[in-house]
């Protein structure tokens, strides 16, 4: 198992650009999500999926979109990329044991 | 969303004992939550307990739970080198456990 794969691993956007994150698991988990990480700031949930077809909002959705079309994808997509969307972006899956399971990471940064 | 408070560092030399402190906001059927980040990597889950326990050990992890102080803490015995790293506590709620709330980490430092 690959487990949670998240691309690209780094990327520089211009402020209005828009760019899709790519996220993949091959557990066959029905629930995913998006975090975003900044410092001093933990992690806060953007997005959730609990299976294909179904997804909600986290704490922090404005200026993010998702769409859950197969269970192992979980795209998140930046329409119009603004500074504050400079972070580090963690993609999770979770088994039915409620144990989460994180990817490597994308680190954004929009200038 | 919910409160989860960690302090932000601690430092130990190697082969003492570590302690982390988070405290959290209480609710029913909760399950709370040990990650593991090291530099430029995700979040490695270490080990979690469900709100009716009071301990959970699993080798050099001893989690500790205090519901009347909504306290958690995280104890690793022998702490080595490997493990300095940032350490989450993390909560979902037993409404909806499709929601995480994180704490904002504790970085740990072993000095050799």
């Known amino acids: 198992n690959a487990g949670v794969t998240q691309t690209p691993k780094f990327q520089v956007l211009k402020t209005g650009q828009s760019m899709t994150l790519q996220c993949a698991q091959d557990?066959?988990?029905?629930?995913m999500s998006w975090y975003r990480q900044d410092p001093g700031m933990g992690l806060r949930l953007i997005h959730y999926?609990?299976?294909?077809?179904?997804?909600d909002q986290g704490e922090v959705p404005n200026g993010y979109n998702v769409s859950r079309s197969t269970t192992e994808d979980f795209p998140l997509r930046l329409l119009s990329a603004a500074p504050s969307q400079t972070s580090v972006y963690f993609c999770?899956?979770?088994?039915?044991?409620?144990?989460?399971?994180f990817g490597p990471g994308t680190r954004l940064t929009v200038l | 969303g919910e409160d989860v408070e960690q302090s932000l560092f601690l430092s130990v030399r190697e082969g003492d004992s570590s302690v982390i402190n988070c405290t959290y906001t209480?609710?029913?059927?909760?399950?709370l939550y040990w990650y593991k980040q090291e530099p430029g990597a995700g979040l490695q889950l270490l080990t979690y307990?469900?709100?009716?326990?009071d301990m959970k050990q699993d080798q050099r992890l001893t989690v500790l739970l205090n519901k009347k102080d909504k306290h958690l803490s995280l104890r690793i015995a022998d702490t080595q080198t490997g493990d300095s790293a940032i350490y989450f506590c993390?909560?979902?709620?037993?409404?909806?456990?499709?929601?995480?709330?994180f704490g904002s980490g504790t970085k740990l430092n072993v000095k050799p």
């Open positions: 993390a909560e979902s709620m037993g409404n909806n456990f499709n929601k995480f709330y």
């Open positions: 307990i469900f709100s009716n326990m």
């Open positions: 999770a899956s979770r088994s039915s044991y409620n144990e989460q399971f």
């Open positions: 999926s609990v299976g294909a077809g179904i997804t």
């Open positions: 209480d609710s029913s059927s909760t399950y």
């Open positions: 557990m066959n988990h029905e629930y």
